[in-house]
């Protein structure tokens, strides 16, 4: 059992994938295993009906870290405890069918998640009937209206298919599928990304009614800084693998700490001309193959010192945030 009281905490968590050439080839060409460190060592707690995001560019692991918190990856190291309970040895225990049916995902692309072949009653039913919840036909039909209607779809809905819906309304249909099961957690990776900006603020605001409603903890994944703001309570910030920064969202958009959250925040476009000018982020993400020494944000960083060059800062809680930085104390 964990200590923490937290609905979700993550300690540690790490995962790292072997991208070794075939064992031939490096016998042939000399080459050494080589691992990609795609999450180091995240630690962060989530309280039951609340929000975190997390924000970062391409390729800081964001997505790992959300299949890891599913069980769609074991990790290298750390563990994950959902109200006390380790959640990836229960995954590999008879308990297991009981986790997925609180612990729901749902993904960027919704055309890619559904199967085109099925219509949506079939879509919605699914979780209903692996899960033993129900298995009256006239009561699995009624749930799947039920569900269509709790995401503004219409119930007479169900007999159509996929490829006949917006991009938006296909969203809904898997955010009933997902709430099928009554989850208590839902893992959402840039669940609007691929939707048009007039949609998007539709299905967040579904996604928060529903939160409010039914009491739901999310983790929420977005590169859109203006969407973490409006949907999140508190926000980390992960860069090569790492948090670098987590705090209340108000307080990270007021008063950001981190020079890599300062850099992202400046390059959000302002609603309103505030005369400032907008910054483009510097630089590039290092390859995660041969990540910089010490503090891995140093090459682009405006404040780096030698000491950031060598020493890594370690993640501390400097008031009322957490930080990995050098120069904040
Ligand atoms: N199955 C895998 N095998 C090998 N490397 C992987 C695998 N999945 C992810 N990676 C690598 O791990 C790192 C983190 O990837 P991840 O998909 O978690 O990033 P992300 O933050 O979700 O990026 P994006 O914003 O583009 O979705 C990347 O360098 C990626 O190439
Ligand atoms: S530790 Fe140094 S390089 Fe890293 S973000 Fe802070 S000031 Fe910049
Ligand atoms: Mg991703």
Known sequence: MSASASFIDVQDLSKHFDVSAPLLNRLIEGKAKQNLIAVDGVSFQIE???????????????????????????????????????????????????????????????????????????????PLLEHGL????????????????????????????????????????SIARALATQPEFLVCDEPTSALDVSVQAQVLNIMQDLQTQHGLTY??????????????????????????????TDQLFSNPQHPYTRMLLEAIPKLRNTGRSRTPVQGDVPNPLNPPSGCTFHPRCPQATDRCKQERPALQTIGGIQIACHSVT
């Not at 290298?76 to 959902?82: A, E, F, I, K, N």
């Not at 590169?223 to 992960?238: E, I, K, P």
């Open 48 to 126: 039951r009906g609340t929000t975190l995001a997390f924000v970062g560019e391409s390729g800081c692991g964001k997505s790992t870290v959300a299949k890891l918190l599913v069980g769609l990856y074991e990790p290298t190291d750390g563990s994950v405890h959902m109200q006390g309970v380790d959640v990836h040895a229960c995954y590999r225990s008879a308990q297991a069918l009981q986790l997925r049916r609180r612990v729901q995902m749902i993904f960027q692309d919704p055309y890619a998640s559904l199967n085109p072949r099925w219509n949506v009653q079939d879509i919605v039913a699914e």
């Open 134 to 173: 129900l298995s009256d036909v006239k009561e699995v039909e009624q749930r799947v209206g039920e569900l269509l209607s709790q995401v503004g779809l219409n119930p007479l809905d169900r007999v159509k298919f996929p490829h006949q819906f917006s991009g938006g309304q296909t969203q809904r249909i």
């Open 219 to 248: 983790l929420f994944i977005s590169h859109n800084l203006a969407v973490v703001r409006h949907v999140s309570d508190r926000v980390g910030v992960m860069y090569l693998g790492r948090l670098v920064e987590l705090a209340p």
